[in-house]
């Protein structure tokens, strides 16, 4: 029986440690908040006193300068750092390590960097989506229907709607960049940081020195306050398909480092450089994984395909079939998952201060809420597909939730 955040940590496999992120402790909210304060672009009165109460220790180590660089490393955790020399440029400029907001998983953690807010708040709560006038899930970043991935633009839904909250408004500065990769500069995703300007890099050639030289130049040419969001993509793809101890993955860590460096070099005081990453990896090779099919004895309970991520799961269950779909989920997953109804898992904290999660946020949350206890993931599917990935994120473990924060 899970009666406390105590017993959700001693729910995980011996093997991990945990951590479950606390609302007035540094985190992503945070993070977005100090930022969005430090250049002078938000109301404080407009947020809740756990998110101050944590940005105070965020405020000491940003200051206020004129010119901000954030550089967001996906899947950059501690998991990562620690492999680094001890003597690195990242290692030597690390201000204090920062848990994750839940799920420990990219969206929800950009979004609160975006926002200033948790993801109970927000609304992104994870890779999938569920939305309700739609019946179906979404995939908010790469901004399509999960079940068919035709675009949403084509069916009327806007990031305003993704979003129950609006991004902190760094566009009042008048120069507000966001610098990713150019395939992912024009999707619709971007609009949601409500920037002034994309601007695209190649991943060919030579990203870190292209990415330098913009960025200083941006710092170079402004003459007032500025903010500059930098999105690095490489370590958390690679680790997905080739597993945390990968040479490939080692290599895209030694490359996130040397980003780190070589920004730091370029920018030589010029900004407040601010480096993190939205979460770390966990190892899951394929005998971890259980594949939830729409055939599935499981599935027969539920109203639509579950949400949230293969590690953090949210179901929708149908008109009095509660207390038969979690026996059959205790049954065939108990070992695996920590399966709970989702307002207890609100009631708890878990996605952000209970006061200011809306109906609308808790009717994508769903009837359930499923935690890993270890390793395990589920890959649930619109189809009869089964997929594996070599490592994931979206729980509980340090490895996924614990990140640098870098201050140079």
């Known amino acids: 029986m899970i ?18 992120p606390e609302h007035d402790a540094p985190n992503h909210a945070a993070l977005g908040y100090a930022l969005g304060k430090s250049l002078g672009v938000l109301d404080p009165n407009t947020f809740d006193e756990a998110t101050q ?6 405020d000491r180590v940003i200051g206020q300068p004129d010119h901000i660089v954030l550089l967001l490393l996906d899947g950059f955790g501690m998991n990562f750092v620690d492999t680094l020399p001890e003597e690195s440029y990242v290692r030597r400029n690390i201000a204090m390590t920062m848990c994750s907001t839940l799920p420990t998983s990219t969206g929800p953690n950009l979004m609160s960097l975006a926002t200033g807010r948790w993801p109970g708040t927000h609304g992104n709560l994870g890779w999938d989506v569920h939305i309700p006038r739609l019946g179906e899930r979404i995939q908010p970043l790469p901004w399509r229907l999960t079940r068919t991935g ?37 999707t619709t995703t971007t609009s949601m ?7 695209g890099f190649s991943k060919e050639d030579d990203p870190i020195g292209e990415i330098s030289a913009s960025v200083l130049n941006i710092i ?14 490489e370590v958390d793809s690679i680790a997905h398909s080739y597993g945390v101890t990968h040479p490939y993955t080692r290599t895209a860590v030694r490359q996130a480092a040397a980003l780190v460096e070589a920004l730091g070099t370029t920018l030589d005081g010029k900004a407040r450089l601010i480096v993190t990453a939205d979460h770390g990896h966990l190892d899951s090779p394929n005998d971890v994984w259980t594949n939830l099919t729409p055939s599935a004895p499981l599935s027969q309970h539920l109203t639509c395909v579950p949400a949230g991520e293969p590690r953090t799961l ?24 920590t399966l709970m109804p989702s307002g207890d898992a609100i009631d708890m904290g878990l996605f952000g201060p209970t006061s200011f999660i809306s109906d609308a946020a808790r009717a994508r949350m769903g009837d359930f809420f499923a935690l890993s206890r270890g390793r395990w993931s589920i890959y649930a599917s619109d189809s009869e597909e ?15 939730s614990l990140v640098p924060l870098i201050v140079v």
């Open 53 to 58: 109460a944590a940005s105070v220790v965020l």
């Open 150 to 186: 035709q675009p949403l633009d084509q069916i009327g839904f806007s990031p305003m709607e993704m979003l129950f909250t609006p991004p902190i408004p760094f566009r009042e500065l008048g120069t507000f960049t966001f610098v990713v990769n150019e395939e992912l500069a024009a």
């Open 386 to 400: 089964e997929v594996t990935l070599q490592s994931m994120h979206g729980g509980i473990t340090t490895a996924e």
């Open 3 to 20: 009666n406390s955040r105590a017993d959700l940590i001693a729910s995980i496999d011996e093997e991990f440690e945990a951590i479950i």
């Open 314 to 337: 949210f179901f929708h269950v149908k008109p009095g079939s509660g207390e038969s779909f979690q026996d059959l989920f205790d049954a065939g997953l108990g070992d695996r998952f």
């Open 220 to 233: 170079e040419r402004t003459a007032n306050k500025s903010f500059t969001y930098v999105y690095w993509t």
């Open 193 to 199: 940081y409500g920037q002034t300007a994309t601007l």
